[in-house]
């Protein structure tokens, strides 16, 4: 099952957040481009546009499709994993970084089909030029079985994840961010405890 959809090119990474009241939100800008995208699906959805495809296992329809669950009992339904592969169409080459877009797309298109972005397992980014036409084509893949099994690692790969050591964990800190001598002692007290 697959489906192609040609949106407008998502705000930058740098626009989609904002900091409000000490937390990070979703820019105007980034809020303005997932409302009216979900509203599309939305309509494409009740219109039919967006329902599935005929002959179709019925077991991967109805974790996408509410509509198309008559008959088929929760045991029946299995997990549904997504591929994406996303073509950014830009002014210029340099305009922007590629992968600058995916987030926003991917929470899209994936709260929009109904499934947990947690399930896309593959995405594939391609950066291409359209001075005159800017767009974003996603073409969503729905695969029906997924093997999560390790590849063999390659002869010539080089593995880095020893220079990356574990980080230490955080100091709490204290109500107004000073010093307490009480609780350094009581944790220097919990801590020799614990040690043999």
Sequence with gaps: ???????????????QYTERDGRRV??????HYKHHLQKAFRR???????????????????????????????SQT????????????FKTPQRRDLDNGLKIVQDLVCESLGVDDRNVVQVELIKRVDAQNPRLEVTVIALPEWSFTVSKTTANA????????????????TKKGYFNLSEWLEQQAEEEIELP
Excluded: Y
């Excluded at 979703?26 to 809020?31: I, M, N, Q, V």
């Excluded at 080089?158 to 800190?173: A, F, M, Q, T, Y």
């Design 1 to 15: 099952m697959q489906w192609r959809f040609i949106l407008p090119l998502p705000p930058s990474v740098n626009q």
């Design 26 to 31: 979703l820019s105007r800008e980034a809020r």
């Design 44 to 74: 494409l959805k009740a219109s039919g546009r967006l329902a599935c495809l005929q002959g179709h296992d019925l077991s991967l329809l109805a974790s996408l499709f509410p509509e198309e669950r008559e008959g088929v009992t929760p």
């Design 78 to 89: 299995t997990p549904l994993f997504l591929s994406l592969h996303l073509e950014f169409f």
């Design 158 to 173: 080089i593995d880095l994840r020893s220079c990356v050591p574990p980080l230490p964990p955080l100091r709490k800190k």
